[in-house]
């Protein structure tokens, strides 16, 4: 069992965000032991949720979408990364794969109880990884949880467990930075690419502002979503829009209503901005895989699957 701190209200990002920044670039431990935190009686912005839906391309006054509940636990993660019981370097983290599972129907007019924690943590020469764990309850129900995957980057000052033999570079993650075959691998997490039957369905042309309008309903300030001046730094030459943006829109399409449903996500390659990118799915049916894919189809952004249940 996971030590949870009670806190009163959910934390503001922007103070977390500059505290996680301002954290020195270095790897501390590797001595890791799960934490994490929990808020009760949180409740749902009507105008909030509206434009979290117009932004990834759902229809405002509807339900809760699926990965909703990740926007409203964001401030527990940030709570998380700027701990100084959290070993890594906040900046440059890569989110590698998302899976969520939706349990039963959230009703956006009760109160939600919502746990996040960290664990996991698997070190490798020059890398670890660790899982995000988030649960959110109602009315004393657990009704949705995700399991965030995410890679850090231990620097010079890392520690140095059994050499990986596969260790090759590969191109850059979702969200920066080249990536070994293993880690790779473990950012499909058994998520394959879609079947033959796949086919395109829907191009997204991506503003250049995306990124900033996104997350300021998101509340994740990081850099490389924002603007060049300051996504150079960390090697991009132009803001990427966020994973969870992406998971987020290819749901809003594949439209698998409120009902229990499980839908998990492996980050490829960045979508930079302004950008155009292109969704691919499988027809219709209680199991799906869809894939995002550059414009003229040479390079997969991401891929996944969604599964109804019930």
């Not at 979408?65 to 019981?85: E, M, T, W």
């Not at 075959?181 to 997204?204: D, H």
């Amino acid at each position: 069992m996971v030590p949870l701190e009670s806190l009163p209200e959910l934390p503001a990002p922007l103070p977390l965000m500059l505290a996680a920044a301002a954290r020195p670039l270095r790897f501390r431990s590797p001595n890791f032991s799960a934490f994490g935190f929990t808020v009760e009686q949180v409740r749902i912005s009507t105008e909030h949720l509206d434009h979290y839906a117009h932004l990834v391309g759902g229809c405002p006054g509807g339900g809760v979408p699926l990965a909703y509940p990740f926007v409203i636990a964001a401030p527990l993660h940030l709570q998380i990364i700027s701990d100084k019981r959290f070993p890594f370097a906040a900046m440059g983290l890569v989110h590698l794969h998302q899976r969520i599972e939706r349990v039963g129907h959230l009703e956006k007019r009760l109160p939600l109880d919502i746990d996040a924690f960290v664990q996991n943590a698997r070190f490798r020469e020059r890398t670890a990884t660790f899982t995000i764990e988030t649960r959110v309850h109602q009315a004393s129900r657990l009704l949705w949880q995700g399991s965030t995957r995410v890679l850090a980057r231990l620097g010079q000052r890392g520690a140095a467990p059994t050499t990986v033999p596969d260790a090759k570079p590969l191109p850059e993650g979702h969200e920066g930075g080249p990536r070994t075959a293993l880690e790779a691998s473990e950012a499909s997490e058994a998520i394959e690419g879609g079947p033959p039957t796949e086919i395109s369905i829907e191009r997204w042309r991506l503003e250049g502002d995306l990124g900033f309008r996104y997350s300021r309903v998101a509340g994740d300030l990081n850099p490389i979503h924002l603007h060049r001046f300051v996504s150079r730094p960390f090697g991009f030459e132009r803001p990427i829009i966020h994973g969870m943006w992406t998971f987020a829109r290819a749901l809003s399409t594949l439209d698998i209503g409120t009902g229990p449903a499980v839908a998990q996500i492996g980050f490829d390659k960045p979508i930079y901005l302004p950008g155009e990118a292109c969704l691919r799915v499988t027809p219709p049916g209680r199991e799906r895989s869809f894939s995002v894919w550059s414009a003229d189809g040479v390079t997969r952004h991401a891929h996944g699957t969604t599964t109804l249940r019930g």
